[in-house]
């Protein structure tokens, strides 16, 4: 997914609730640890617009001119985790995610967009007003009916509590490293050979045969003294600490659990209306236009002229779009003939504003210089400024929203300016606030610094919970805000500072743990004495199996991506030298992932032909053609990265 996708995404969440179920309906298993391990590789996100404020915190990195505050990072890691948690749902847990991994992945990103950003202003990369206008105009969520909506544009952007000149000038940036990035994954390319050798390693099937020894068999004939555990205590000991952990005791007050107010009288709502008219309930003018651009290049005086030639074909009657396909340099628009689609005043550059806004309907300007170039401009519709009645029901509807919105907004403000000066006032107990704001005293499960469930699996309540002011004074905490509209205030319940386990607490484990080991070492052993006697060839591997009491199991041709076998196993089978002649056994032994362990036998190899000669065949090959390219633009990229 592209950056400026990306971004998009992020605007478009609040329309796609359904789309976030199903996905977290399917995860399971092995599902959910893919979707961690994509969240946790590096990737664009929203945000970076917060490098421009100021303020006086740490900097904890610096790229180029630019520098990244400690807030601004907590900030970027706050909404990294909560897209997590959004993503996964139910099915979320905290220690899923390595901290310290995620934390580094979340500066990483971080850095690269600030080092892209400046790049592409250096390099001269350019997105322009109507690439922009074209790609948001084509987002669903500012779409009404099929068509972009000025009020679901804005309605989409205030929600997120972005302006719209800050959302596109984040587009706008996105756009920009998105054509340096295809400038260079757009060239990628791989022969035939490669993708030969990729097929015929991809689709190369070998003969599996293959016995277990299950190491739980040994276990009757093993003990462990006491010695043993002791010895092995004494030497480990730094893997048998408690950590600390900690209880937390803790209020919240959630915007959620506030019940609205009753619909206002409308006198009220005439009010709102009177106020949000222009922004929530007005469509302005849009005009439906054409243009024909024609850049300056080396030689301005050269591109005037071309214009005045284009323009006087067009006053002798020429088609507009043939001659934008033909002649126009705005490679965005040209080939629909210079279609920009309706266009609102304020969208496009000073002059072209101008020009377009001072034409009448079928009109075609004269010449109109911009920074970017001449343009000829054609006005093909207009569609006048309307605004939705004040009896409207959906206007009704929103205003009533507005309305309860701002009411549950002022309310929650109170409680909360209220909760910090109960907790303030009454640093050793939440009873007071509780008591006066009606809210509930819980207690969490034990936490400890890496987190736990609940409200202590967010990264500010973690940081809270081990601090000096919680764990030694005992002092209620400062309102802590876990998302827009839910604070938490937290105190220490309980207590347990890291300590040293003892012989008594751990024996029992070690010993399981050291008989365990000790099975799968025989197990093991038996493994490797039989893969030896297999390759020296003196017995068969049926009679070999017969006389270690295990089963042979000959499955026969398995591919690389066979999925019903152990996967250990078939990653052996391909690890194996291929049998040097026919009635050859290649063999190896392999420990299983539950301790057992595995002799595994090659008999045979059985390579596919090339080149495919069957229609799926071929299109495999194409296919695979298509990844390895890929996967040769994502490493170039990288590279180039590296390079700025």
Known sequence: MKPGVYRVFVIQ???????????????????????????????????????????????????????????????????????????????????????????????????????????????????????????????????????????????????????????????R????????????????????????????????????????????????????????????????????????????????????????????????????YDAEKDSMFTTPEQRKAQHILVAFGADKAAAKARIEAIAAQLKKGADFSELAKKDSDDTGSKNQGGELGWVQRGQMVAPFDKALFDLKDGETSDPVESQFGWHIIHLEAIKPRTTKPFDDPAVQAQLINVYQQKELQKRFQEKSEKLEQLVFENPASLDAAANALDLKVQTTDWMTREGGSGIAANPAVQQVAFAKETISDGDNSKPIALSPGHVVVVRKADYEAARQKTLAEVADSIRTTLKDDAARAKALLEAQQMAAAARAGTSSLAQLAAARGVALKTVGLVRRDDSAQDKQIIAELFRLPRPAKQGDISASNTPLADGDAAVVALTAVQEPAWPPSNKDDIAKAQQLGSQLREMVAGAEFTGYRKTM
Not at 142 to 148: P, R, T, W, Y
Not at 179 to 202: H, L, W
Request: without cysteine; negative net charge; aromatic residues 12%.
């Open 173 to 272: 940036n996105s756009l920009e490293i998105d054509q340096m990035r295809d400038a260079v994954t757009d060239t990628a390319f791989v022969n035939e050979a490669a993708v030969a050798q990729a097929y015929r390693i991809d689709n190369e099937q070998r003969a599996l045969s293959y016995a277990v020894f299950d190491y739980k068999k040994y276990l009757p004939g093993i003990t462990v003294t006491d010695d043993q555990v002791k010895v092995h205590y004494d030497s480990n000991k730094l893997q048998y600490m408690a950590p600390e952990r900690v209880k937390l005791a803790y209020i919240e007050l959630s915007i959620d659990d506030m019940p609205k107010a009753a619909a206002p009288q409308q006198d009220v709502l005439k009010v709102i």
């Open 13 to 171: 969440k609040d329309f796609e609730d359904s789309m976030l179920q199903n996905i977290r309906d399917s995860l399971d298993g092995w599902v959910v640890w893919i979707i961690v391990g994509i969240i946790v590789v590096p990737f664009a996100f929203w945000g970076i617009e917060s490098f421009r404020t100021g303020g006086g915190d740490p900097v904890v990195a610096k790229v180029g001119s630019q520098e990244i505050t400690q807030s601004q990072f907590r900030n970027g890691y706050e909404q990294r985790y909560q897209q997590l948690v959004s993503m996964m749902g139910d099915k979320f847990r905290p220690d899923m995610i390595d901290q310290t991994r995620f934390r580094a992945s979340v500066l990483a990103d971080m850095t690269q967009e600030a080092m892209q950003q400046q790049y592409v202003r250096k390099q001269g990369y350019y997105a322009g007003d109507a690439q922009l206008y074209n790609y948001i105009s084509a987002i669903p969520a500012f779409q009404d009916n099929g068509k972009f909506s000025d009020d679901a544009y804005k309605t989409a952007l205030s929600r997120r509590g972005l302006s719209p000149e800050h959302f596109e000038a984040q587009l």
